[in-house]
């Protein structure tokens, strides 16, 4: 029988009358930057970056931009943190307020900051008598301006990637006693850097570039606010071919840092996992995939094992559910997806608003304690490990947040992974582990917490 013949992918050739306004649209947006380069004189290109006026300039706006850049991280870090993490009443507002820099033109935003920080603004006067500063016609009013229309590349850079990151990384981390703070500083900033320094670059190269909030706020004073774009501006009146040479070196700047981030500042964190845990994580919810580790488990030595103790607890949210367990007693929780197993896990750990639990180890309520203070472990059904830290690593991250020193808890590290068969793969990232060999790690660091 003869085998029908195969079929272009559906797409894969563009339809012509999307093609041509695809390619007009390229055109237009590289004709400019075309022109830059045929009226360069290249021949004076050296005379005209080296000269004073321009080398000043460039020292100054490479000051006001990492200015900017540190202001930046300072302010807008916490605030990308906020918005991807806490519900707040008013949280499209802010968002906006965020996003009103980027839609703004350069001139307005000027004008606002003059109205808020001159000093007949707001704030202007007061900043004057009581601090003695003066923003406007002033090289930190120039940082100031470039601050407020290059921040919000950074938040919503970031936002993204910590919008893109399974909260279970941190969770896991505050079961492991690790405070918000360790949390943030540990695991949530390292698995979001690609997104963070995609997000500093471009604020950088933003406030490098910035010209009209500057000119109208800070002024043009040679050696105090005039940056390069300013200089550019001044050049087109009296040497036209000097300012497309110092055009062409911010065009070079902006290409360079847009060519080295090859896009990231749209992207999210990418799955760290190997694809055994992948397809692990993307199967339906085994009841008995996940568990909460009160007190070791039996057939494991107990060599450094504390005594386990007695669990109480009193579940409420749809439904409730009353938990009473001797020391060492194992429970299992079965029952079909949506039943609320996962549920019950986070309440007993604190981690959801869903249900409340009254919960009791030993004589100790600890109930009203935050996740990192309750003294309850757990082993997501995925592992979660951090995959910027080795297995040694991962093990021992408990330990170090509870003070223990970096020897000591990878020393102690080191031999819950020997006990589990694991310990040859210490240096080894979760990346590079089996689906089997993660879980042990897994384990490993559940278990050397309790």
């Known amino acids: 029988m003869k085998r029908p013949a195969l079929r272009r992918t559906p797409g894969a050739r563009a339809p012509l009358l999307l093609t041509v306004p695809a390619l007009l649209a390229v055109a237009f947006l590289m004709l400019p930057l075309v022109g830059i380069l045929v009226r360069t004189s290249w021949g004076e290109l050296g005379d005209h970056l080296t000269a004073e006026a321009t080398t000043e300039a460039l020292r100054l706006s490479l000051l006001v931009s990492l200015w900017a850049l540190g202001l930046s991280l300072l302010l807008g870090v916490p605030l990308a943190w906020l918005l991807a993490r806490v519900p707040f009443p008013g949280k499209a507002f802010v968002r906006s307020l965020v996003l009103l820099p980027m839609v703004l033109p350069p001139t307005v935003g000027g004008v606002a900051l003059l109205l808020a920080f001159g000093r007949r603004g707001l704030l202007g006067p007061w900043l004057e008598d009581t601090f003695g500063i003066t923003l406007p016609f002033h090289t930190s009013g120039a940082v100031l301006a470039a601050t407020f229309v290059a921040m919000p590349f950074l938040v919503i850079s970031l936002e993204g990637a910590l919008g893109g990151l399974r909260p279970r990384y941190e969770e896991t981390a505050a079961s492991l006693g690790a405070s918000p703070i360790r949390v943030f500083l540990t695991v949530t900033l390292p698995m979001v850097a690609p997104g963070l320094i995609a997000g500093a670059a471009l604020t950088w190269a933003r406030a490098l570039g910035e010209f009209g909030a500057t000119i109208t706020f800070a002024g043009n004073l040679p050696g105090t606010t005039q940056t390069l774009p300013l200089q550019v501006y001044l050049l087109l009146q009296d040497s036209p071919e000097a300012a497309t040479s110092v055009s062409l070196l911010l065009l070079a700047i902006a290409m360079i840092v847009l060519i ?3 896009g990231r500042w749209t992207g999210t964190p990418g799955d760290h996992r190997d694809p055994a845990s992948r397809a692990a994580a993307a199967r339906p919810e085994d009841p008995a995939a996940q568990a909460l580790l009160p007190e070791p488990p039996p057939g494991l030595p107990q060599k450094s094992a504390p005594e386990p103790w007695p669990l109480y607890a009193d ?3 749809f439904t409730r559910l009353t938990l009473d367990a001797g020391p060492g007693t194992t429970i299992a929780v079965v029952g079909p997806n949506g039943a609320g197993k996962t549920t019950l896990l986070r309440a007993l750990l604190g981690l959801t608003p869903r249900a409340h639990a009254v919960l009791r180890l030993g ?10 203070r309750r003294g309850v472990a757990w ?10 830290l080795s297995a040694l690593t991962n093990t021992a991250y408990g330990l170090r947040a509870h003070g223990v020193p970096r020897a000591e808890a990878r020393r102690e590290a080191q031999d819950w992974l020997d006990r589990l068969g694991v310990g040859h793969l210490a240096h080894r990232r979760p990346a590079q582990l089996s689906g089997g060999q993660a879980q042990r790690v897994a384990l490993a660091l559940s278990l050397i917490h309790i």
């Open 379 to 388: 082993v997501p059904q995925d592992g979660a490990l951090f995959p910027h």
């Open 260 to 262: 080295a981030l090859r």
């Open 315 to 317: 579940v409420t949210g």
């Open 363 to 372: 004589d100790d309520d600890v109930t009203g304690l935050p996740p990192h």
